[in-house]
């Protein structure tokens, strides 16, 4: 009984698809969103390189002391601990006094983006940079909700739960249906998270076009304002407590032992040997003198 239920219920869900849907709805889909996904990438290059302005030497120099804490902190075991204290306690100084800021006198003032025109600027491009993201994405969908709507495109061959249905068969309102079945939109939103790589061979890693930077943009635009300034200030305080908190562990203390116990000239137990090297002192050219001599008179 149950092999010919499961075959009735296998011929219920079978269905026959017209070859002309593949042509002229699942391939189009697909190749308007990858060029969509290209145009997106050279507008927002576009908008970047006619509204880019260099930066300032005090601008950069901001970043640049940033970055040069951050270094200290990750690579500072390279170099001995005298060293790492004189970077340390000159660095945490620096940010505490504002050293390092663009304008010192305004450290402690809270910043506003709508009266530094700099600021208003990189609010506009940032503007510019999600509207150039976001509309295309919804006019593909509005394309493909007037004249695809209802159409069944593919079936996944792999089988997949229930909860998966409200995800892959949008605008198909049959609950009998089998949850591989995908309609268009479904496919739409598909091709909005899976061309990511398609995106990275055409157009190289940074780029514009992924479909996933559109989410993310949209989820944000309620959140936070587009191209806020940076309160530096904040940022240097935050790093000298960073900073003061930064164990040190130079990487070549004791790199004598480590050496030869790894090409296998020396055993290493519980780090006995470490302090027997410590403990040895230095042979004097007298005595150096003194062992040659008895080991001369020894021959004759």
């Known amino acids: 009984m149950s092999q010919p239920l499961t075959s009735m219920l296998v011929e219920s869900q079978a269905l026959y698809l017209d070859p002309a849907i593949r042509d002229w709805v699942l391939i189009p889909i697909m190749v308007v969103m990858v060029l969509v996904g290209i145009f997106r990438d050279q507008v927002t290059l576009l908008i970047g390189s006619t509204s880019g302005k260099k930066a300032g030497i005090k601008a950069i120099r901001e970043t640049k002391a940033l970055t040069r804490g951050v270094t200290l902190r990750n690579y500072g ?69 007037f004249f695809f709507s209802g159409f069944v495109l593919i079936k996944l061959p792999f089988p997949l739960t229930l909860r998966f249905k409200t995800m892959l068969q949008r605008g198909v309102e049959t609950p009998d249906m089998d949850v591989t079945w995908v309609s268009s939109l479904s496919w739409y939103f598909l091709n909005l998270f899976g061309l990511r790589s398609i995106f990275t061979l055409l157009l190289g890693e940074d780029n514009a076009a992924d479909g996933m930077r559109d989410m993310a943009a949209m989820s944000q635009m309620g959140a936070a304002s ?13 790093e000298s407590e960073n900073l003061e908190l930064t164990p040190h562990n130079w990487e070549l203390d004791d790199i004598e032992v480590r050496l030869l116990v790894k090409y296998g000239k020396r055993e290493l137990v519980d780090n006995k040997d470490i302090i027997e090297m410590e403990d040895i002192s230095p042979i004097s050219s007298n005595d150096l003198s003194d062992v040659k001599g008895k080991s001369k008179k020894k021959r004759t």
């Open 77 to 145: 075991n390279n170099i001995p601990s005298s060293s790492f204290l004189i970077r340390k306690n000159y660095l945490c100084s620096s940010y505490k006094k504002g050293d390092f800021l663009k304008n010192p006198a305004s450290a402690n003032q809270v910043v506003n983006p709508m009266t530094d025109p700099a600021g208003m600027e990189m609010m506009m491009e940032g503007m510019k940079k999600n509207f150039a993201m976001i509309i295309p994405q919804t006019v593909i969908m509005g394309w493909i909700n």
């Open 226 to 238: 587009p191209g806020q300034p940076q309160d530096f200030n904040k940022l240097f305080l935050a």
